[in-house]
């Protein structure tokens, strides 16, 4: 049998890309060889028809098992027609990804995730109000310097991805500061399906850049990420002032100029 998992890397700690038709890499474990393989996304940079693409590429490697984000109308009604069975998972790394399924954590399912069109790397805030999760899920990003929510957006080391289901915690990640271009970090984290970011402080442009991809922001955050994140849990998280807007010590001056290069 062959299980197929989108991917964002070619390494077993990569995590599983929640874009089927999109994700850059498959990520193929075959249970009879006991052996992994790793193919690149022939429709990954597709202007359309992507998931039509990636499915029809599924059936030449003869799939039997698709684990995955996120599948749209056309993807799911080819993939059903093959009799690939396909799972929604979290953004887990792709060996968990298979134990999870190996220990019968989740059950396929038949219907797609998403509407046509989702995944495209730049989306407005309308598109992803079309496409986003259901309102009991979400997903949710903080800057964070070791155990504390970090004072600098765009300067932080890593951010903590959080997803939240009926209001708790269900998968819990950190990924490192992939680093700075303009107007990026909104795409990167847009693209990871984050609908929320927290942090100590945050350029106004940056700000604005996030609310295009119809992500909001919480700034003027301090403490530790735990404590943070019940806060949000519970509906206590109060927005403070953000240590960008201080004006201290040429702070503002500082964070114009990283939000015009970096967030």
């Not at 989702?118 to 999760?133: D, I, L, P, V, Y």
Request: include cysteine; hydrophobic fraction near 35%; charge should be negative.
């Amino acid at each position: 049998m062959k299980i197929i998992i989108s991917s964002s890397g070619k390494e077993l700690k990569s995590l599983l890309d929640p874009r089927f038709g999109r994700c850059p890499f498959y990520a193929i474990y075959d249970t009879e060889d006991i052996k992994w393989n790793f193919l690149t996304n022939p429709g990954a940079l597709e202007g359309s028809g992507a998931g039509i693409k990636a499915s029809q590429f599924l059936i030449e490697q003869q799939a039997d098992v698709l684990l995955t984000g996120d599948v749209g109308p056309n993807a799911s009604r080819i993939l059903n027609s093959a009799g690939i069975k396909v799972y929604s998972l979290s953004e887990v790394p792709i060996e968990e990804a298979l134990s999870l399924y190996q220990e019968g954590q989740y059950s396929p399912i038949v219907e797609p995730t998403v509407s046509s069109h989702s995944g495209m790397f730049s989306r407005g805030a309308e598109q992803k109000k079309q496409t986003e999760t259901p309102v009991s899920r979400e997903k949710i990003a903080l800057a964070t310097d070791g155990l504390e929510v970090a004072q600098h957006f765009g300067r932080c080391p890593a951010y903590t991805l959080v997803e939240i289901n009926n209001h708790k915690v269900e998968v819990k990640s950190e990924i490192p500061n992939p680093g700075h271009e303009p107007g990026f970090l909104p795409r990167f984290l847009g693209e990871k399906r984050v609908s929320c970011v927290i942090a100590g402080g945050m350029g106004p442009k940056a700000q604005d850049l996030f609310a295009e991809q119809g992500i909001s922001t919480i700034t003027g955050i301090t403490g530790f990420v735990e404590d943070v994140i019940e806060s949000y849990l519970s509906g206590n998280l109060s927005e403070g002032e953000s240590f960008c807007e201080h004006g201290q010590d040429g702070h503002v001056h500082e964070c114009e100029e990283r939000t015009e290069g970096n967030d």
